[in-house]
């Protein structure tokens, strides 16, 4: 089962159908008065699951964020056992 997680493929419409309005409903806190949108998101073509949010100030995102972002996709799409890697980045 987590070997089948370990390759999961989630479509691209699939995964911001999903996640947006998780972080819309939550965004990342603001930093410096400074608010941080998040424009979409897709999942790497590697081994192991990785994803990349696409966001205007990706070097004001928190670790606590990354890790709200990881338990999201968990709870949404499995990932059981799955070391899961997030970053966010310059759109």
Not at 19 to 38: T, V, W
Not at 50 to 76: A, G, I, M
Request: net charge positive; glycine share 4%.
């Amino acid at each position: 089962e987590v070997d089948e997680d370990r390759k999961k493929k989630i479509k691209t419409a699939k995964l911001n159908e999903v996640m947006l309005p998780i972080c819309e409903q939550a965004p990342p806190p603001a930093n410096k008065g400074k608010y941080i949108e998040i424009k979409y998101c897709v999942q790497l073509p590697t081994p192991s699951p990785q994803f990349v949010f696409f966001c205007n100030l990706p070097q004001y995102v928190k670790e606590s964020y990354k890790r709200f972002t990881e338990n999201q996709l968990r709870k949404q799409f499995g990932f059981t056992g799955v070391p899961i890697e997030i970053y966010f980045r310059q759109k």
